[in-house]
């Protein structure tokens, strides 16, 4: 699941962790964000100001999530204007990944759709709305700009502080969680569902377990 003999072009820093799936990362000796194409590692900029405050996750950190024990590998955050959203990149034993979204107690879990996968739709609906994908009906509950402000970590794509994007977030009948962003030139879409903070079983790095 990982490479050997990675080292930080920047400062030399070794990375002996890096996981196959890795596209971009941080460097946490000179903070410098680094992207990874083929054999070249290229310096993309800084990794931003990450403000430390009791969080329920942290990179390294393993949560169960659907029956399956998965491994924080990243750790994003943005502002949408009200307040900062927090995203971590997760990847269980296969390296199947997902994001679990952390908002003011809120949390959700979210898989990127693969391929054409997907509403066939590339502009953003608007709050109201509704979105029918796979004989399902989503209403938009909200949309807004978000820009990343700090990155930690690993993350399978690119992701550079100072990026911005629109997103809305739809929600299905039975709590189902559909999730679009859109910049110029370009969108993603997303599946998922809300899920009870108090039910998650995390484990530290050191191995002590959150209750």
Not at 58 to 84: F, M, P, W
Not at 115 to 120: E, F, L, M, T
Not at 197 to 208: H, M
Request: net charge negative.
């Amino acid at each position: 699941m990982s490479d050997t003999h990675v080292t930080c072009p920047n400062c030399g820093y070794g990375f002996d962790n890096l996981r196959k799936s890795t596209r971009m990362f941080d460097c946490p000796s000179c903070d410098t964000t680094l992207f990874r194409e083929g054999a070249a590692l290229n310096p993309i900029g800084n990794n931003g100001e990450m403000h430390d405050y009791p969080m329920l996750l942290s990179v390294n950190d393993s949560v169960e999530i659907g029956g399956q024990k998965c491994l924080v590998v990243g750790h994003a955050r943005y502002d949408y204007g009200r307040g900062t959203w927090d995203e971590f990149w997760v990847e269980n034993s296969q390296g199947a990944g997902a994001w679990v979204s952390i908002d003011e107690g809120d949390v959700a879990v979210q898989y990127p759709f693969q391929g054409n996968a997907g509403p066939r739709r590339s502009d953003p609906p608007a709050v109201g709305q509704t979105v029918t994908y796979n004989s399902r009906d989503y209403t938009v509950t909200e949309g807004d700009t978000a820009k990343c402000i700090a990155v930690r970590g690993q993350f399978p794509e690119l992701i550079q502080v100072g990026d911005e994007h629109y997103f809305i977030n739809a929600s299905g009948p039975s709590g189902q969680l559909l999730s679009g962003e859109f910049w110029e030139g370009g969108h993603s879409w997303s599946d998922g569902e809300w899920l009870d903070p108090f039910t998650l079983k995390i484990e530290r790095l050191d191995g002590s377990r959150v209750a």
